[in-house]
């Protein structure tokens, strides 16, 4: 007994001692907690922070949403806010301070070190956007769109002919068909340009998407119009910048999936732990034969990699290559009154020989440097090979009753080119600034045609009857196309960072030679150079009033330029060979830690453009139209789990403002939405769990500008994702892709058809229908993790 209550007394004299050490630990401790932002609020990731105490140095780094949290002793701390891109601050704080929930400002010397002009951070404003590599790595795609998509910001992009073709791209009330043209959206990856000029299919034609493997992004900069001296053609309604990751987090990374309609896909990427080098290799694997009635026989084998050499701290080179094949069959644009009528299944065709082949490849180099300066040369150059076959039948019988209209758009190109860019910070009095200057070269090598076809065989124009049949048009061409450029751009904060100035200035020259032919009814050659230029001025201000009160005031003006198709130019030499953009902007952006809102109007003013058609050499002439609006951006964390971020973009009138109908109305820009919408409500790391539910939302809009009640239907449609690590090594992927099994169609165009060699010509709205509900489910495999 005496033993039992020797026992107990000591262990109440253990705990307790034990005790009163926490409790003096906590009261001699306390926490040091807050947000790192720009003087216009934006969060900053990736800050390094060191806290001097009396018993040695403490450090952290602030999180992807610029926020840190560290236990410190309760005494007199001196604070470092550092690192290679930014001013340092240091802070001193004595215990009587609060130090919880801190608002630590700092400035950018450079944007951080990549291809990017733009902040990467989780905060939103009017003129820029970001994505991290989180809904990339966690999600499954089984299609490119599913990766556009992703991207929101007011863009709208649809399928053409079931996923194996580029999309169409429609913003801010315009339809840019393939990305280039009214304005088009440039789209970059890691700073080697996807649109294609003068291209078998399409002005600024984006089909070198297909090489993009998701799981490979490191982040997406989004800028919502032509406001960076950096971007010229194709700018005036955006830029998008895709930046791979130069290695993996693991040694061996391997992703198996499979789902509905026949879809498999693999990624395998091995990326060793090397001193000094960043580097990995990587395969992407795809297959499905959709929900078509015509089996889509979809096929893409991408490869990509890349290898960094860290010279030191400020110093890298490095090489990338990217190449792919890409083989489809598909149903086309069927005519919706025929599937109305129940004659055509919605998932029907009417020519089974639809369809294309891609292969392409890139190689890249590049090099930065950096000073203690803060100053920063970056330069890259690229060589790029693609091989593409497109075989179409839009109007079915429409112009050849005999044999049908089926056509091959042939496109075999080289491409050249490099950049540079040198970003000087320097100091005017007390004020922060940086200068900013570069040029840009690429050149392009083409040969492209328009072939007609029967049964993917290129010889419809030589059948009988047809050599003297204006309606079958047979073309092709050698065309050399050159692009010079330089920029200047300079920026400088005043009182004391409340306010931001940015001006630049852009010059691009092209040069079109063309050497070809075109056979009608009759032969022509299509031969002559022509060329043109054109400077683009940005302007950019941004107010921040308030101290604490994390509120901005944005102003903004570029013009963006589009380069029109050679083949149009040399057709005919007076008219516009580069259609400008000007875009107009102004807003405001609320950033704390937990909830962001960035509302903004626009106002879109193009000039006249002359727009080639490949699809039958015609050449369309579109006179100035206008496009005004506004648009809203929020995110907010509801929890530490839990998430939600949604956009809002509203068109409120786009219009020809030249031009009328004879009952004296105005004539509409149409082909586009004038609402598209989108939301997501995202759980992070709930016991290994990662989900979203995404919707998105476009309604319905005009097809013909001069008669209002010629529409496309719109559409709400829902994705769930969700990802559970059941290991360190493995996760578990699930997908459901139009989760409420909703029936719309993706692309909507209104012209006349014949869809049999006896039927009457008809106007009517073909479209291409979007895939209905599609279960998916995947392993991800890592193996060695790094560090």
């Not at 999600?139 to 910001?153: C, E, K, M, Y």
């Amino acid at each position: 007994m005496k033993s039992t209550a020797f026992v107990k007394i000591s262990v109440l004299i253990l705990a307790f001692f034990s005790f009163n050490t926490f409790a003096q630990n906590v009261s001699n401790s306390r926490i040091f907690s807050g947000v790192v932002v720009t003087p216009q609020f934006e969060l900053v990731p990736g800050v390094s922070i060191e806290v001097k105490t009396s018993n040695g140095n403490l450090q952290t780094v602030t999180n992807a949403e610029g926020s840190f949290s560290l236990q410190i002793p309760n005494e007199n701390i001196s604070v470092r806010f550092y690192g290679k891109s930014f001013n340092q601050v240091t802070r001193t704080f004595t215990p009587e301070e609060t130090l919880t929930g801190l608002q630590i400002k700092i400035t950018y010397l450079v944007s951080a070190v990549n291809e990017s002009v733009t902040i990467q951070a989780e905060s939103t404003t009017p003129e820029a956007e970001q994505r991290n590599d989180t809904v990339y790595k966690n999600n499954l795609f089984g299609r490119d769109d599913q990766v556009i998509q992703t991207l929101n910001a007011g863009i709208n992009a649809g399928q053409h002919e079931g996923g194996g073709k580029s999309l169409e791209i429609r913003r801010f009330g315009f339809n840019l068909d393939h990305g280039g043209v009214n304005g088009g959206v440039k789209i970059l990856v890691d700073n080697f340009q996807q649109n294609q000029g003068t291209q078998g299919h399409g002005q600024g034609y984006l089909g070198n998407l297909k090489s993009l493997t998701p799981e490979l992004v490191q982040d997406v900069s989004i800028i919502n119009g032509p406001f960076s001296s950096a971007y010229g053609d194709f700018s005036g309604l955006g830029v998008v910048q895709i930046r791979l990751k130069e290695s993996l987090p693991n040694q061996l990374t391997a992703r198996i999936q499979g789902g509905s309609f026949n879809t498999f896909r693999t990624f395998l990427a091995f990326s060793p732990n090397i001193k000094n080098v960043s580097t990995f290799i990587a395969y992407e694997g795809s297959s499905s034969e959709g929900p078509f009635k015509n089996p889509l026989k979809y096929r893409r084998d991408n490869f990509t990699g890349n290898f960094t050499y860290k010279v030191n701290e400020n110093e890298a080179f490095g090489f990338k290559f990217n190449g792919g094949r890409n083989n489809f069959f598909s149903s086309g644009q069927i005519p919706l009154d025929e599937v109305i009528a129940g004659r055509l299944d919605r998932f029907g065709f009417l020519d089974a020989d639809n369809g294309g082949r891609v292969k392409l490849g890139t190689f890249g180099t590049y090099y930065r440097k950096e000073w203690s300066s803060g100053r920063t040369l970056r330069a890259d150059a690229f060589v790029g090979r693609s091989l593409f076959d497109l075989f179409s039948n839009f109007t079915f019988f429409a112009l050849d009753p005999v044999y049908g209209d089926e056509i091959q758009q042939h496109d075999s190109r080289l491409q050249e080119g490099g950049n540079v860019q040198f970003l000087n910070p320097y100091k005017i009095g007390n004020r922060q600034a940086l200068l900013t200057v570069g040029g840009n070269l690429h050149f392009n090598q083409i040969n492209v045609g328009l072939y007609p076809s029967v049964g993917r065989t290129p010889n419809r124009k030589f059948l009988p009857g047809n050599i003297d049949n204006a309606d079958v048009l047979y073309t092709s061409a050698r065309a050399n196309i050159a692009n010079y450029a330089g920029y200047i751009q300079n920026g400088i904060d005043l009182a004391n960072g409340h306010l931001h100035l940015e001006v630049g200035l852009r010059w691009d020259y092209f040069s079109f030679i063309v050497d070809g032919f075109e056979q009608s009814d009759t032969f022509s050659f299509l031969k002559g150079k022509e060329g043109a230029y054109k400077f683009q001025p940005k302007a950019g201000i941004v107010y921040s009033p308030f101290e604490k009160f994390p509120i901005s005031f944005y102003g903004n003006y570029g013009r963006g330029i589009s380069s029109q198709d050679a083949r149009g130019i040399i057709r005919n030499p007076d008219s516009p060979k580069i259609s400008t953009t000007d875009f107009y902007q102004t807003g405001a952006a609320f950033n704390s830690a937990k909830f962001s809102i960035a509302p903004s109007f626009f106002f879109i003013d193009r000039s006249n453009e002359q727009v080639y058609i490949p699809d039958d050499g015609s050449v369309e002439f579109a006179g100035r139209s206008r496009s005004y609006g506004f648009e809203v951006k929020t995110s907010t964390r509801i929890n530490r789990y839990l998430s939600f971020n949604g956009g809002l973009t509203q068109v409120i009138k786009a219009f020809y403002p030249g031009d009328f109908t004879i009952s004296g109305e105005r004539i509409m820009v149409d082909s586009a939405p004038h609402t598209v919408a989108n939301g997501s409500i995202i759980l992070t790391e709930l016991y290994g769990f990662n989900s979203s539910l995404n919707w998105r939302h476009i309604s319905n809009y005009g097809l013909d500008g001069e008669d209002d009640s010629i529409r496309a239907a719109g559409n709400d449609v829902v994705d769930f994702n969700l990802n559970k690590r059941l290991k360190k090594w493995i996760d578990l992927n699930f997908s459901i892709d139009n989760l409420l099994n909703k029936k719309y169609y993706e692309t909507q165009n209104y012209f006349e058809s014949r869809i049999c060699p006896t039927c009457a010509i008809e106007s009517r709205i073909h479209a291409t229908p979007g895939y209905s509900r599609a279960f998916n489910i995947g392993v991800t495999f890592r193996f060695w993790g790094k560090n």
